[in-house]
C-alpha cells in the first residue's frame, strides 16, 4: 500500500498484482498457512530507514517492526511499544518498549534485546546517509533539520532519546496530530548498533544476512528475477497474530497475464489478479463467475509527468534538435499540458486494465484521494472543486471524485492547445510535437496503457499537432531512466508514469513532493530540488510553494489546514504539471485469503498489502457473495472502532 514510497511507472504493475486481502472472520478450518504468489521488482536496497522505496518497504514490512503497527480497521495499536503518552502541548512523545523482544539474526538465532537505543541509532543511521525519507521527519523532529545540514555536528541535540532501555522520547518542533502514523514508516524503525558497525557497507544490502530481525518473518531467501522466500519467525513477539507460516514469491514480469489465474486454477497460487481483456478471460468469467471480486482503491496515486528540462536522449524518436526545444517549449506551456489532460480518456486507459465493466472503478482525479481527509463535513476532493473554478470556466462542473472521468473532453482540449499552438509558433517551434513515453516492453499491460494514451491524444489533438512516441524497452533501461534515476539529469524522456502512495495523514505528504527546494518527486519534472530555480519560479512552483506554507503553518485548526491544502491542488490540478490517471486497487480477482483479515491503513507501511501478519488462508474460494457481506460488516465495525480510537487519543494526552 503506501509509504514514502516513490512508485514509478513499474510500480503500477507490481501493486496491481497483488489483490487487497484487507480484513474479518475466522479462518475455516483446514485453511493451510502458505502463501503462494508473485512479486514484479527486485529491491534495490533493504535498508529501511535509508530508502523510500516501495520495492524496499514491500519486504521490510514483514521483517522489522516499529513502535506502532495497524489494527484491521486502520487504527493505530501497540506495536514494539506497549504504550504511549503525549505532552499537553503536543510536542512529546514518549513510548514505552515491551520487555524481552528481541533481535534475531537470518537463521533465528538470537542476537540481542530491542531497546530504545536501537531507535536512537536507526535515525542517526538514516540521518548521516542522508535517506531519501528525512522529509517524513526532518522538519518534525527538534534539531534534526539543523544535523542534516551540518549546522550541528552532535547528533544528542536531536530530538529522539532513550530515556532509559524501554523509554523512548520525540520532541517535536510543533504539534502533530498525525505523528504516530509516522512512527510506521521505516525511517523511524530501530537498528542494532553493534550489528550495524559489525555490517558495516553491507548493512541492508538484498541478502538474508544483512539485516537483524524483530519482526513476524525471517528473509528465508532472495533471487533476483526469481524468488522471494518468507518464513515465520517462531520467537516472535505476538506469534499468535501470524497465522501464515511460509510465504513464497514467484518473479512476474507481466508478460503473460493468463499465467496468474492458470496457477491459481492449479493450486499453485493462493490469490490471482484478472484481466478481463486477456484471450481466456470469457472462460476464466464462467469457471469463477460466482468469484470474481474487485478490490477497493487505496490511497496511491498514480500521474503522468513532463520533464521540462531533458538532458538525456538515449531513447528518443527525434531526429533533430529543433524537434528537441519544440518539446521542452511544449511542455513548459500550460495551455500545452491541459490539452493533453483534457485529451487523455481516462476511461479507455482504464478498461485496458480492468476491461469495459470495470473500466472506471480504479480512477483517479486528484494526486490527494478526495475522501483522504475531512474538512469540516466536506471532503477535501469537493473543496478543491470549488476552488478550481477561480482558475477559469474549463474548471466548470468538473467533479473530481474517484472512479469516473473528470477531465476527458475533447472541446476543451481543442480549445486549450489553439491557445498554446498561437503562442508556440510565436517563438517559432515546429510541430508536431513529439513526447517520447517511455514504458517496460515485458508488461503487457503497461504497454497497452501507453498505446492508450497516445491514442486519446493523437486522435483528438491530431497527429500534425501532437505524437506520442511510445519507447519500449527493456525492464532494467525502463528503470534506470525512471525509478531508479539519481538525478534529474538522468531521467530520459518527455512524459512518465509514477505515482507515490502516503506516509502519513495529512495532505502535505502528497502535496510538498513537489516542493521546489526539497521535494521528494521533484526529478520527475527534470528538476533537482534547490537548483534550476529561473525553471521553476517558470513553472509557477514557488507559488505553489506559498499555498503549501501557508496551509502547513496552521498548527492546530484542521480545518483551515486542509482548506488550505485543497487550495494547493486546485492550483496544481489546473497547472498539468501531473496529469492523474488512477490508484491502486479496483481491480477483479479471485482469492483464498480471509476477506478483511489482515492489517489495514491508507498511510504508512504496516497496512500495506503486502503485509502478512494477521492475514489467514481459508480452504476455499471466496465467494462474491461472502466478499460483500464482509465487507459490509468491515465498513460498519470500522466507522464504530475508529470513533473509538479517536475519543480513547485523550487517554494518552499526559
Not at 512508485?7 to 475466522?26: E, I, N, P, R
Not at 514518549?94 to 520487555?99: D, E, G
Not at 481483456?277 to 498514480?302: E, L, W
Not at 491508507?602 to 500495506?608: A, C, P, Q, R
Request: proline letters at 3%; one cysteine or more.
Amino acid at each position: 500500500m503506501k509509504s514514502v514510497k516513490s512508485l514509478a511507472a513499474m510500480g503500477m504493475t507490481l501493486a496491481s498484482v497483488f489483490l487487497l486481502a484487507a480484513c474479518g472472520k475466522s479462518s475455516p478450518s483446514g485453511a493451510n498457512t502458505t502463501y503462494s504468489y508473485v512479486y514484479s521488482y527486485d529491491p534495490d536496497t533493504l535498508d529501511y530507514t535509508v530508502s523510500n522505496r516501495a520495492v524496499t518497504s514491500d519486504v521490510i514490512v514483514n521483517l522489522i517492526d516499529g513502535l506502532l503497527e495497524n489494527d484491521k480497521y486502520g487504527n493505530f495499536i501497540p506495536s514494539l511499544a506497549e504504550d504511549w503518552t503525549v505532552s499537553k502541548d503536543g510536542l512529546t512523545y514518549t513510548y514505552k518498549l515491551r520487555k524481552g523482544v528481541k533481535w534475531y539474526t537470518h537463521e533465528g538465532d538470537e542476537y540481542a534485546e530491542v531497546k530504545a537505543q536501537d531507535f536512537v541509532t536507526g535515525l542517526k543511521h538514516a540521518a548521516d546517509n542522508q535517506s531519501a525519507a528525512l522529509p517524513i521527519v526532518q522538519t518534525s523532529i527538534k534539531g534534526l533539520d539543523a544535523y542534516v545540514r551540518g549546522e550541528s555536528k552532535d547528533f544528542s541535540t536531536v530530538g529522539v532519546k532513550a530515556v532509559d532501555d524501554y523509554t523512548v522520547e520525540y520532541t517535536l518542533n510543533q504539534p502533530e496530530s498525525y505523528w504516530n502514523s509516522k512512527t510506521t514508516m521505516g525511517i523511524l524503525f530501530p537498528i542494532n548498533e553493534d550489528f550495524l558497525k559489525s555490517t558495516g557497507k553491507e548493512f541492508g544490502t538484498v541478502k538474508p544476512s544483512s539485516l537483524l530481525y524483530n519482526g513476524a518473518y525471517l528473509l528465508k531467501s532472495y533471487t533476483s528475477k526469481s524468488s522471494i522466500e518468507y518464513k515465520k519467525n517462531e520467537n516472535y513477539w505476538d506469534k499468535d497474530n501470524v497465522k501464515i507460516t511460509d510465504v513464497k514469491l514467484t518473479f512476474y514480469d507481466g508478460s503473460d497475464q493468463e499465467a496468474l489465474v492458470r496457477n491459481f486454477t492449479d493450486g499453485a497460487y493462493t490469490t490471482a489478479r484478472l484481466y478481463p481483456n486477456s484471450s481466456s478471460y470469457a472462460s476464466v468469467q464462467k469457471q469463477y463467475k460466482d468469484n470474481i471480486v474487485y478490490s477497493p482503491q487505496d490511497a496511491t496515486s498514480f500521474y503522468y509527468a513532463f520533464n521540462h528540462n531533458r538532458k538525456a536522449y538515449n531513447f528518443t524518436s527525434k531526429t533533430t534538435d529543433a524537434q528537441k526545444a519544440a518539446t521542452t517549449a511544449a511542455v513548459q506551456n500550460k495551455d500545452f499540458r491541459q490539452a493533453i489532460n483534457f485529451a487523455f480518456d481516462r476511461t479507455s486507459y482504464g478498461a485496458q486494465q480492468n476491461g469495459e465493466d470495470g473500466a472506471t472503478k480504479t480512477l483517479r482525479n486528484l494526486l490527494v484521494p478526495p475522501t483522504f481527509v475531512q474538512v469540516g463535513d466536506k471532503t477535501f476532493g469537493s473543496v478543491v472543486e470549488s476552488d478550481l473554478v477561480s482558475y477559469g470556466d474549463e474548471w466548470k462542473d468538473v467533479k473530481l471524485d474517484d472512479a469516473q472521468d473528470a477531465f476527458y473532453n475533447a472541446d476543451k482540449a481543442k480549445a486549450e492547445f489553439a491557445k498554446a499552438k498561437e503562442a508556440l509558433q510565436a517563438q517559432g517551434v515546429e510541430f508536431p510535437i513529439h513526447l517520447d513515453l517511455p514504458v517496460n516492453q515485458t508488461s503487457t499491460l503497461l504497454v497497452q496503457q501507453a498505446n492508450s494514451f497516445k491514442q486519446s491524444v493523437e486522435s483528438t489533438l491530431g497527429k500534425e499537432n501532437v505524437v506520442i512516441d511510445v519507447q519500449q524497452m527493456s525492464d532494467d533501461n525502463m528503470n534506470n531512466i525512471t525509478y531508479f534515476a539519481a538525478t534529474a539529469a538522468q531521467k530520459d524522456y518527455d512524459i512518465t508514469l509514477s505515482g507515490w502512495a502516503p506516509d502519513f495523514q495529512d495532505p502535505s505528504t502528497y502535496l510538498e513532493i513537489f516542493d521546489p527546494d526539497s521535494g521528494a518527486m521533484l526529478r520527475d519534472f527534470g528538476l533537482e530540488p534547490g537548483e534550476n530555480k529561473e525553471l521553476a519560479e517558470k513553472l509557477g512552483l514557488y507559488e505553489f510553494q506559498k499555498l503549501n506554507k501557508a496551509a502547513s503553518e496552521e498548527k492546530q485548526d484542521t480545518v483551515a489546514r486542509y482548506t488550505k491544502y485543497a487550495a494547493a491542488q486546485a492550483w496544481l490540478t489546473d497547472s498539468s504539471l501531473v496529469i492523474t490517471t488512477q490508484s491502486n486497487g479496483g481491480n477483479p480477482g479471485v482469492r483464498k485469503t480471509v476477506p478483511f483479515s489482515k492489517a489495514y491503513s491508507l498511510v504508512g507501511i504496516k497496512g500495506d498489502a503486502y503485509v502478512f501478519k494477521y492475514m489467514e488462508i481459508q480452504k476455499d474460494i471466496v465467494t462474491t457473495k461472502e466478499y460483500e457481506v464482509a465487507e459490509k460488516k468491515w465498513t460498519e465495525e470500522k466507522e464504530k472502532s475508529n470513533a473509538e480510537a479517536q475519543e480513547d487519543l485523550k487517554n494518552h494526552v499526559k
